[in-house]
Nanobody
Framework: QVQLVESGGGLVQAGGSLKLSCAASGRTFSGRTFSSYAMGWFRQAPGKERESVAAITWSGGTLDYADSVKGRFTISRDNAKNTVYLQMNSQKPEDTAVYYC??????????????????WGQGTQVTVSS
């Protein structure tokens, strides 16, 4: 059984920062280690469709971002801790959403295509006040 647990969400004022974490636990993902998986962050605001945010390859060597967060958000990972992070700076009210992390069983670059990710966390709420 695979678990992805997000944390770090909360309420922040516009212009502020939050850092989300996503810890992977449970059985080895289909016999592979966390470090073999691409990881991504996605978000969904009330009444809106899920939106891609950022992605990182297994090694951390390639990063992808949605245009809406480029220059403000940074995705990173620590394979020794089975954890992926999302540093969010200069936040805007439109960043308000439930943020989900996801894992994709590949060492290829899959970017921010949600269809390429097999495992999903339960989400953490981020609210940015104006």
């Amino acid at each position: 059984q695979v678990q992805l647990v997000e944390s770090g969400g909360g309420l922040v004022q516009a212009g502020g920062s939050l850092k989300l974490s996503c810890a992977a636990s449970g059985r080895t993902f289909s016999g592979r280690t966390f470090s073999s998986y691409a990881m991504g962050w996605f978000r969904q605001a009330p009444g809106k469709e899920r939106e891609s945010v950022a992605a990182i390859t297994w090694s951390g060597g390639t990063l992808d971002y949605a245009d809406s967060v480029k220059g403000r958000f940074t995705i990173s990972r620590d394979n020794a801790k089975n954890t992926v992070y999302l540093q969010m700076n200069s936040q805007k009210p439109e960043d308000t959403a439930v943020y989900y992390c996801a894992a994709g069983n590949t060492r290829e670059r899959i970017g921010v295509d949600p269809g390429k990710y097999e495992y999903w966390g339960q989400g953490t709420q981020v609210t940015v006040s104006s």
